[in-house]
Nanobody, 124 residues
């Protein structure tokens, strides 16, 4: 059974940057594509980014494209989300998740393990 723990969330001013980390334990981390989702108050869970387990290819949601970068370190069982040019609309709880290795990286239903989430708040 995998455990995913996010860290790095905090209050940041608009235009600033933040790096989230996710540490995985209890499974063969390097064999899984990993993703980030977020959920703002009153909204559904939104795909942010994913990184393929084998070729390192990355996938981004529209809101993250060009501003966020996902990366991973298989030696430390960690995945990261570097967020730049943060906007008020980026305020949300961010979740790290493990993909089931299907062809769909964008749907929350294709992820079978989730962290508890971490709050990111962007202020003006």
């Amino acid at each position: 059974q995998v455990q995913l723990v996010e860290s790095g969330g905090r209050l940041v001013q608009a235009g600033g940057s933040l790096r989230l980390s996710c540490t995985a334990s209890g499974s063969t981390f390097s064999s899984y594509t990993m993703g980030w989702f977020r959920q703002a108050p009153g909204k559904g869970r939104e795909f942010v980014a994913a990184i393929h387990w084998k070729n390192g290819r990355t996938y981004y949601g529209d809101s993250a494209q060009g501003r966020f970068t996902i990366s991973r370190d298989n030696t430390r069982n960690m995945v990261f989300l570097e967020m730049n040019s943060l906007e008020l609309e980026d305020t949300a709880v961010y979740f790290c998740a493990r993909h089931v290795n299907s062809a769909n990286y964008y749907s929350a239903g294709e992820y079978d393990a989730w962290g508890q989430g971490i709050q990111v708040t962007v202020s003006s």
